[in-house]
């Protein structure tokens, strides 16, 4: 077998580059050359001002809103619905996923890059990290190698506070809740042991999953079962995402759903006159952020939910914002494309009105070895045969966007251990499905690597077989969506009840919200929900333990298996590697 790469440098405004990808970070290639980290060629980037940036897009200064020189808020009235519908969205998913992810992020931001290059009017919107994450075990989401959004530390740590202020609007509603139980002058009759709320913390903090508040006598409230969840987890998280302006924030802010009265009647944010305050919390938040690719490109980050346990996509008016400003709008969603791209495809676009008219799914070699058998020590070991029993992963994501009438551009995310060999067997097995796969060097390369890419995702877009469809009709009972997701994107053969998730079921047909679309919370190492059945399992069944109903932001959450709405950390945290130094120099953060 012949491994791709081996010329590690060359001349050219990038220096070619080498990942230890077992973990995760850069290595050294030789005794001469230290490689660059992702930090470090992010630390060395000749950053523009952000007025500069604003201006490549027709915006004037004097309509963004700065928070330093290389930050902005876009206001929302740049938002444009007929511009929306002459630009073309591209979504970027992946194949299901290893540990430390495909790159769907670094493709993103690479893959606009390459369209620059190639003479387009292009634009990224992204997700805003999690410091969870950050924190833990998978590293930031401002890309990687010289396809990255800067200024990389701020993105990946507090940004421009949207997180802090989502988090405390969440734990507003929750001490009003509280206070209220404990009120003698307006008390709502609120049942404690109903009450759904939880609190939320942007942290990997698996202790707090369930705790008791209100101990330690009557001046400190009411007893009774909580919880945290992870703030991009959170509701609030989801309802920000979803929101067409504040108005419509205020709205879903009230329409969040809290738990019941000791009579049974439901009991609303609304009923506590939570909306208004929450809303004045993230009065800010709502506005899109503004930043910058290494090429100086303009990038929109905004909106944070993870995939497998929330809608997985950037805000609603991120999304339009981008499409106002720019020809070519190219956005992500998390984790594979059976979490990631199925909620973006049948709740974000079905609320928005959004119709993509490309899908790019990424894979790497490595993935493609694990879904093949190979252990996390053999995940950079050439194996053709791997990759080709490994196939049956990719083969799958690929017919589930067919469903929704889109034919996906593979993007075969370059590692130094591929060969030609199992490059040239993914191409071969693509074209035999009637799809392109191309090879994607935006990590080593910036947009000089991307440009065949974005040349392929130009031509899906211009070929016009593209033609966005839904995959259920919101109508259908609550069961029916359930089983189409399972059967039609994950291949089960049937679902499964537990008890208390039948008990959900008949809750919220008393409230009335059968009509509303699904967001499955679901492991994301399996097409099932188990995450040991890697590769296109077949036989299966996957099982409900219970539903959370998320009213506010519209869509109800069935819990698949064991999927939890709090992580925990890893063994060893990515935090320990992370200092800064006197001067104000960051280390460790990837």
């Known amino acids: 077998m012949t491994l791709l790469n081996t010329n590690l440098y060359f001349d050219g405004p990038y220096q070619k ?8 970070e850069p290595m050294e290639s030789d005794t001469k050359n230290k490689v660059k980290t992702d930090l470090e060629i992010a630390q060395e980037a000749e950053m523009q ?10 915006v004037g200064e004097d309509r963004i809103e700065m928070y330093g020189k290389y930050k902005a808020k876009l ?8 511009k929306i519908q002459q630009s073309n ?4 998913t992946a194949m299901t996923p290893t540990p430390a992810g495909e790159g769907k992020t670094t493709v993103s931001i690479g893959l606009t890059e390459g369209l620059n290059k190639i003479g387009k009017n292009a634009l990224v919107v992204l997700r805003e990290p999690s410091l969870g994450p950050v924190f833990g075990i998978k590293g930031g ?7 990255q959004v800067v200024p990389m530390e701020d993105i990946n ?25 404990q009120s003698k002058t307006r008390n709502l009759n609120i049942d404690p042991r109903t009450v759904l709320w939880k609190r939320v913390i942007d942290m990997n903090d698996r202790s707090l999953r369930h705790v008791v508040v209100g101990l330690g006598g009557t001046a400190n409230g009411i007893p009774r079962e909580g919880g945290f969840n992870i703030t991009a987890a959170s509701e609030i998280m989801a309802i920000l995402c979803m929101s067409k302006d504040i108005t419509d924030l205020k709205e879903k802010l009230g329409n969040i759903f809290v738990g019941f009265t000791f009579d049974k009647k439901p009991i609303y944010a609304r009923d506590v006159n939570a909306q208004g305050a929450m809303a004045l919390l993230l009065k800010d938040a709502i506005k899109p952020n503004l930043v910058q690719t290494l090429e100086g490109n303009a990038a929109i980050i905004h909106g944070g939910p993870f995939a497998n346990i929330a809608q997985g996509t950037n805000t609603i008016l991120a999304t339009k914002m981008g499409m106002s400003l720019s020809d070519y709008v190219v956005t992500e969603a998390g984790f594979g494309a059976d979490l990631g791209a199925e909620k973006f495809l049948n709740i974000k676009c079905g609320y928005a009105g959004l119709k993509p008219k490309a899908l790019v799914l990424v894979a790497t070699i490595r993935a493609l070895r694990h879904h093949g058998g190979a252990t996390k020590e053999e995940y950079n070991t050439p194996s053709v045969d791997k990759v080709s029993k490994g196939f049956s992963n990719l083969e799958k994501h690929i017919e589930n966007g067919k469903k929704f009438g ?14 030609e060999e199992e490059i040239q067997l993914v191409q071969q097995k693509c074209a035999e499905l009637g799809v392109k796969a191309v090879v994607s060097n935006g990590w080593a390369e910036g947009g000089n690597g991307t440009q065949d890419l974005a040349r392929s995702v130009v031509e899906s877009i211009e070929s016009g077989n593209n033609d966005f469809k839904q995959l259920y009709d919101w109508n259908l009972s609550v069961k029916e969506k359930i089983e189409t997701i399972a059967k039609e994107i994950y291949g089960a053969d049937g679902v499964e009840y537990a008890k208390k998730a039948e008990s959900d079921l008949k809750q919220i047909e008393v409230l009335g919200l059968t009509h509303l679309p699904i967001c499955m919370a679901k492991t994301q190492k399996s097409f099932s929900d188990n995450d040991k059945l890697i590769g296109r399992p077949t036989g299966f069944n996957v099982t409900v333990r219970e539903f959370e109903i998320a009213s506010g ?5 069935p819990i698949l298996g064991k999927m939890m709405r709090m992580p925990g950390l890893p063994a060893v945290p990515a935090s320990e590697g992370m200092d800064i130094d006197g001067q104000g120099k960051v280390t460790g953060l990837s």
């Open 553 to 557: 932001a519209g869509f109800l959450i």
């Open 141 to 147: 989401a401002a890309g990687g190698g010289y396809s």
């Open 75 to 82: 206001p929302l009235e740049l938002i444009d619905e007929s």
């Open 49 to 58: 001002h952000i007025t500069s940036i604003a201006n490549k897009i027709d």
């Open 17 to 24: 580059l080498i990942r230890d990808y077992s973990k995760n």
């Open 406 to 419: 889109l034919t996906p551009v593979v993007a075969i995310n370059s590692f130094i251990s591929d060969t």
């Open 89 to 92: 969205l591209i979504l970027v």
């Open 157 to 181: 740590l507090h940004f421009t506070g949207d997180f802090a202020a989502i988090e405390k609007a969440n734990n507003l509603l929750a001490a009003l809740i509280d206070n209220n139980i």
